[in-house]
C-alpha cells in the first residue's frame, strides 16, 4: 500500500510563492505526478517527475527527493486563478502496468 | 472537440436503482480508467481498461460493473445503489498502460444517492 500526504489547505496572496509539500512512502515507486483540479472540474496534468531534482514549467516548479519520498510543487507570482486544489498522485510499479495513487489533495487559496 | 466526455453529468437517483455512467475518448489512447472522489475530495482508482481488457479492478463491490466495447468507450453500470455511492465518478484516459503518460480526466458525474 502507499501513503501520501500533503497539507490540507495553503492560503497566500497574489504575486506570492507557495510550496506545497507531499510525501510517501510506497512498495513501490516510478514517477510522481501533480494534477490541478478547480472546483466542480476535472483534475488536469501539471508536472511529472521520476529523477531527483527539479522540473520548471513557467510559473510552476516540481521537486522530487526519491530517498526521501519528498516532492513539493511551487507556485511563483500567484494569480486568483490559481486558486484550486493541488494532487499529488504517485505512481505504483504493479508488474507491466502502473497505476496512479492520489493524496487527498492541498487547497491553495489566493486572497487579493 | 472534447478530448475525454461523460455523460450524465449529473445524475439523481433513489437506493436499490441501477444506473450507467458512459465515457468517450477522442485521443487514440489505448487506456481508460473510472476513478472514484468522495465528499473529502480523495480521487481513488476503481478500474483500469486497456485496449477492450480489464487490468486494473480494485477492491469496489460487484455492483460496480465496468465495460469497455471498444478502446475509445468505457462504461461504468452500478446495480442496487447505496447511499455511500454517492460522489463524483470520473473517466480518464491515457497512452499506454504503464502509467508514465498524463492522464486526460473527463469533467466528472456527480452522482447522487437519495
Known amino acids: 500500500g502507499q501513503n501520501i500526504d500533503q497539507p490540507t489547505e495553503m492560503t497566500a496572496t497574489e504575486g506570492a510563492i507557495v510550496q506545497i509539500n507531499c510525501t510517501y512512502q510506497t512498495s513501490g515507486f516510478n514517477g510522481l505526478f501533480w494534477y490541478q483540479q478547480h472546483a466542480g472540474e476535472a483534475p488536469t496534468f501539471l508536472s511529472y517527475n521520476v529523477l531527483d531534482g527539479l522540473e520548471e514549467k513557467g510559473r510552476f516548479s516540481s521537486f522530487l527527493s526519491r530517498s526521501k519520498g519528498y516532492s513539493y510543487l511551487l507556485l511563483k507570482e500567484l494569480q486568483m486563478k490559481d486558486s484550486a486544489s493541488y494532487l499529488c498522485a504517485v505512481r505504483d510499479r504493479t508488474d507491466s502496468w502502473g497505476k496512479l495513487q492520489f493524496g487527498a489533495g492541498t487547497q491553495v487559496v489566493v486572497t487579493p | 472537440d472534447t478530448a475525454v466526455s461523460q455523460t450524465p453529468k449529473y445524475l439523481v437517483t433513489q437506493m436499490g436503482n441501477d444506473k450507467s455512467i458512459k465515457c468517450e475518448q477522442n485521443l487514440g489512447h489505448d487506456t481508460m480508467y473510472w476513478y472514484k472522489q468522495d465528499s473529502k475530495k480523495f480521487l481513488k482508482i476503481m478500474f483500469s481498461y486497456n485496449n477492450k481488457e480489464l487490468i486494473i479492478n480494485e477492491t469496489v463491490p460487484n455492483r460496480f460493473s465496468p465495460k469497455s466495447p471498444d478502446k475509445a468507450h468505457l462504461n461504468l453500470h452500478i446495480n442496487s445503489l447505496e447511499l455511500g455511492d454517492s460522489a463524483v465518478y470520473f473517466c480518464?484516459?491515457?497512452?499506454?498502460?504503464?502509467?508514465?503518460?498524463?492522464?486526460?480526466f473527463g469533467p466528472g458525474t456527480r452522482l447522487t444517492v437519495t
Open positions: 480518464a484516459s491515457s497512452q499506454d498502460k504503464s502509467a508514465f503518460y498524463e492522464q486526460y
